[in-house]
């Protein structure tokens, strides 16, 4: 029936998964997806769920990391993109990165080749009103027709924040005499070896030097209507960061600890700057943390003078983008519907998660929840016990600033600060470190737990 058909605006990560977990519940999906039609600012193809920004999906380790519990949780929803990022992983030590054109292909093929799946390469301007199921994954990059439709459906003014886009680098132009691999405290991760970054050190002059060169590059202006948009704290440009004071970037991805530089063991580098595998022939390097807005000549001038990266050549530099969000606390509801039309849910980036598995993991939400309003079954949401059951809390929990009691609300990664919290007080022989990693790992184990009785309700 056409009243049980799903339409999905926008195939990023979010739209992919919401649409898998749909059709795995025999439910018909029409995903709407204006590129090529239609380009973006930072998309290079028409591939499904392409990575516009970094290619890792950050930390795997569930005991330790929150953002490895929620890759945990959704392995165990059957989640299509984390499937997809294990089957096409890279080494990057704890880390999960992947060759980021064999991964959008893998989504794309799964999806293309789906009996129960559409693919329409139009833009949605706006909703039709015979739609019955919609899902708006639109993402940071949504149309300024979609984003003119929201805003007139939500009555509510939408929010904005700048992304950063990190430099690619070929491997064969790295000089490996100055530089040398090795991840950070010799972690081995997922595909990994415990030498899964190239590393590139820095003295105290050298790197005091790169400062100046970055607070005195020039950078790309802002467009009128970008002036008064802030920055995301989690992806912040290099060259923002060392206005915040010289010794910041020492302190964030150019920290030296954990290394040991192998041409030079008993020299401790005073910064290091670490490029992370870009793709499974290991042909490509990207730099980690190197978001910038710095015009292109300026970049190549500016990177070229790190120890090693002399002779670089440049497969993408970086750059900017606009990502939009709405105000998810007061527009949704725990269900991700939209207040004023419960035909509407959200998902991704653009209900104010930040991350590519957060943004794929309210997908993953929308999708089961849809699928449950479908079959007539009764939402469930997942407990706050869980990655999954905190990230959703918190996009749908109303949040007030104290000081105006206006709704103040930015985009968040998951963290186990959002996590339902547990004691262990009662082991007083552990340090408090050691407290601190216990307790992440009994929540682990709980969230694994309870999400694995939610996924049997």
């Known amino acids: 029936m056409d009243n049980d058909i799903v339409h999905i605006i926008g195939g990023g990560l979010a739209g992919s998964e919401a649409a898998w977990q749909l059709i795995n519940n025999n439910i018909k999906v029409i995903l709407h997806e204006m590129r090529p039609i239609v380009e973006t600012p930072a998309h290079k193809t028409s591939q499904l769920a392409e990575l516009v920004c970094s290619n890792s999906f950050r930390s795997d380790d569930y005991e330790a990391n929150a953002v490895g519990l929620l890759h945990q949780e959704m392995r165990a929803c059957n989640s299509l993109i984390m499937s997809a990022a294990d089957q096409n992983k890279v080494p990057a030590g704890s880390a999960l990165a992947v060759d980021r054109e064999k991964f959008s292909l893998n989504v794309s093929n799964t999806l293309y080749n789906h009996p129960l799946l559409e693919i329409r390469n139009e833009e949605v301007k706006e909703v039709p009103v015979e739609w019955k199921n919609i899902i708006i994954s ?74 100046d060169d970055l607070l005195t590059g020039e950078s790309t202006e802002f467009h009128d209507w970008e002036l008064s948009t802030p920055y995301f704290e989690g992806c912040l440009p290099i060259e923002v960061m060392a206005k915040r004071g010289k010794e910041t970037l020492r302190y964030g991805p150019m920290k030296p600890v954990g290394l040991t530089n192998k041409h030079d063991p008993h020299t401790k580098p005073y910064a290091v700057v670490q490029l992370r595998q870009d793709n499974q022939e290991g042909t490509l390097y990207n730099i980690v943390g190197f978001q910038t807005k710095l015009k292109y000549n300026q970049q190549i001038g500016v990177l070229k003078n790190i120890p090693g990266l002399e002779d670089a050549k440049f497969a993408r530099l970086g750059g900017m983008h606009r990502n939009t ?95 339902e919290s547990i004691s262990n007080d009662n082991i007083p022989k552990l340090s408090k470190k050691e407290k601190t990693a216990h307790k992440k790992k009994l929540i682990s184990e709980r969230a694994l737990r309870d999400i694995e009785a939610w996924i049997k309700i």
């Open 138 to 211: 639109s993402g940071p990059l949504t149309s300024e027709h979609l984003s003119g439709y929201i805003l007139k459906k939500t009555n509510a003014e939408s929010l904005a924040f700048f992304d950063a886009i990190a430099p690619i680098i070929y491997k064969e132009s790295i000089n490996m005499d100055v530089c040398w691999y090795q991840s950070r405290y010799d972690k081995i991760g997922p595909g990994g070896n415990g030498l899964d970054y190239i590393n590139c050190p820095m003295n105290e002059k050298q790197y005091f030097q790169f400062i």
């Open 325 to 419: 969000y709405i105000k998810s606390p007061i527009l949704l509801e725990k269900d991700l519907s939209l207040s004023s039309d419960k035909r509407i849910k959200f998902a991704g980036q653009i209900t104010g998660v930040e991350g590519y598995v957060e943004s794929a993991s309210i997908g993953l939400l929308a999708g089961k929840f849809m699928a449950s309003k479908i079959l007539n079954k009764k939402i469930v949401t997942p407990p706050k016990s869980t990655a999954l059951g905190s990230l959703l809390d918190y996009i749908t929990t109303e949040l007030k600033d104290k000081k105006d009691n206006s709704v103040y609300f930015q985009p968040m990664n998951i963290n186990y600060g959002l996590i």
